[in-house]
């Protein structure tokens, strides 16, 4: 799988975990270098609290568009650390 927006490739892995119609990237896969955390948070009953990134990419920037759980609940803890994007983020397969 490839996370790509703007013509950049931000993570690649054939080792993503698909939960809810997401795939969540292992971090090793991803491209630091575009992601920039920030304080946006929000909480899923079953997964836990989210932490997110922006993704900066040629001076743009697309807010809230990437998230991880840092210390995702017990039914969720293979995706503890692992990141999902959104927002006009296209994922797709090689």
Same mark, same amino acid.
């Given at each position: 799988?490839?996370?790509?927006?703007?013509?950049?490739?931000?993570?690649?892995?054939?080792?993503?975990?698909?939960?809810?119609?997401?795939?969540? &990237?292992?971090?090793?896969?991803?491209?630091?270098?575009?992601?920039?955390?920030?304080? &946006?948070?929000?909480?899923?009953?079953?997964?836990? *609290?989210?932490?997110?990134?922006?993704?900066? *990419?040629?001076?743009?920037?697309?807010?809230?568009?990437?998230?991880?759980?840092?210390?995702?609940?017990?039914?969720?803890?293979?995706?503890?650390?692992?990141?999902? &994007?959104?927002?006009? *983020?296209?994922?797709?397969?090689?």
């Amino acid at each position: 799988m490839k996370a790509i927006w703007k013509g950049h490739v931000l993570a690649e892995s054939d080792k993503t975990i698909n939960i809810e119609g997401n795939e969540y &990237f292992p971090q090793e896969a991803v491209k630091s270098e575009y992601l920039h955390k920030n304080d &946006f948070h929000t909480i899923c009953p079953w997964k836990g *609290v989210a932490a997110y990134y922006d993704i900066k *990419v040629n001076g743009d920037t697309n807010e809230n568009a990437a998230w991880y759980y840092p210390d995702a609940k017990p039914a969720a803890k293979e995706i503890t650390n692992y990141v999902a &994007f959104w927002r006009g *983020v296209e994922v797709k397969e090689n």
